[in-house]
């Protein structure tokens, strides 16, 4: 029958309507089955669409988030291949597959060990599930590219609901990564039954969350970027990319595309004077000016567009160029875009003019403040966003009124 469904539109109809059954409840074996013999094969641009149009006609994104799993299940074996987009080495889009090798080989070495649990010594499974995970959660930079490098670009294209789903996901991963570990740094009382509900209940969960994330980009996220990418934006995501870094990889070849440079030189600033109300500054000046505040600093202006963002030498989050005229909404994860958006929203009423967090990070005490950036009229102009590890300072004791460079050379 697959031969008698050959308009897009019609095609792209029967899609959504068989995505919409596993929201209600069918199984996604069984919608695979039907897609298969009703469809065939599906271009994975159909795919995306489709979940794009979900999406606007009201899907709920957290619902969408929440059966992201499911969808890959019914879609298994459904979505066309296309040996036409392969990436040479040290295309970023070759490094991303590399690391899914590396992780996949993780997966299957952990999958072996575990299959009989008690074929081992508690101790010795617990310590190879250490080692394990430990590696695994390199993934954390994988996901951070993609989010910080890929999805921007996606989104300057209007393709926002497939990157948002998947930084979901991403963070899902996160979290089972992050249980996994707490358990097995609580894991020195286990016996044999606790060791087998660990893989039970979290270590194979987040296995096959991370296998499954792996089908997700390499059957429709990279063969879409590889299509509608040009050569000009995967350079400028290949050199930010080592900013991140990589994850059980690393990169062998330079990629070097053809009629331009493999590192791309930045373009020449005139060497003016920027005139502020209470000076002057040359461009060079005030770039290390605030550069050398030891704050994180990012500008968001009045559309909610991303405009500025320092460089110090003590980031405490990723900024790279490819956020700037970025919708500041999706440049964080969807779990937290309803918080952005409130506190813009008190800003531009005037109800609120700053917005205090601060979190316990990786031992470190961070500080992050949002304040509301007016003009002598009390307009609104935008956003600034200041972060600083306040760990040093919180320790100080005391008085310190002699010269001395011993302080905080961190």
């Known amino acids: 029958m697959s031969e008698l469904i050959n308009n897009i539109e019609k095609r792209k109809q029967l899609l959504k309507h068989m995505i919409l059954k596993l929201h ?146 991403h963070d899902e991963i996160r979290e089972q990564l992050k249980a996994v570990h707490e358990a097995l740094n609580a894991s020195d009382e286990f016996g044999t039954e606790d060791v087998e509900a660990l893989i039970e209940f979290l270590v194979h969960p987040a296995l096959v969350a991370v296998e499954e994330m792996v089908y997700k980009e390499e059957k429709i996220l990279l063969p879409m970027c590889m299509e509608r990418f040009t050569d000009t934006d995967w350079l400028e995501i290949d050199n930010q990319s080592v900013e991140i870094g990589f994850c059980l990889y690393d990169p062998q070849d330079e990629w070097k595309p053809e009629g331009m440079p493999a590192r791309a030189e930045a373009a020449p600033v005139e060497d003016g004077k920027v005139q502020l109300p209470s000076g002057s500054f040359t461009v060079e000046e005030l770039t290390h000016v605030l550069n050398t505040l030891p704050v994180d600093m990012t500008f968001v202006d009045k559309n909610d567009r991303v405009k500025y963002f320092s460089q110090g030498s003590h980031r405490i989050f990723d900024r790279n160029r490819s956020i700037l005229n970025r919708s500041v909404q999706m440049c964080h994860p969807p779990s937290s875009v309803h918080i952005v958006d409130q506190i813009l929203d008190d800003f531009k009423s005037g109800r609120e003019s700053r917005a205090p967090f601060w979190i316990n990070m990786d031992g470190r005490f961070i500080h992050i403040e949002y304040f509301a950036v007016r003009n002598d009229k009390g307009e609104y102009l935008g956003t600034l966003e200041m972060s600083q590890d306040l760990t040093g300072l919180r320790a100080l004791e005391g008085e310190q009124r002699l010269l001395s460079y011993e302080t905080d050379k961190e």
């Open 24 to 169: 209600e409840g069918t199984q996604a074996e069984v919608v695979r089955q039907q897609l298969l013999q009703l469809l065939g094969e599906v271009p994975y641009g159909e795919v995306v669409e489709v979940e794009q149009e979900l999406i606007a006609e009201g899907l709920p994104q957290e619902e969408v988030i929440k059966l992201c799993d499911v969808h890959s299940q019914a879609l298994k074996g459904v979505v066309a291949e296309d040996e036409s987009q392969q990436a040479p080495a040290g295309h970023p889009v070759h490094t991303f597959i590399q690391e899914n090798r590396a992780l996949q080989l993780v997966i299957s070495q952990v999958e072996d060990f575990i299959k009989n649990p008690s074929a081992h010594e508690t101790q010795e499974l617990l310590t190879r599930l250490k080692s394990s995970f430990n590696q695994l959660s390199d993934v954390d930079k994988h996901y951070r590219r993609k989010e910080n490098l890929v999805f921007p670009y996606l989104e300057k294209l209007g393709i926002t609901g497939p990157p948002t789903v998947m930084w979901g996901k």
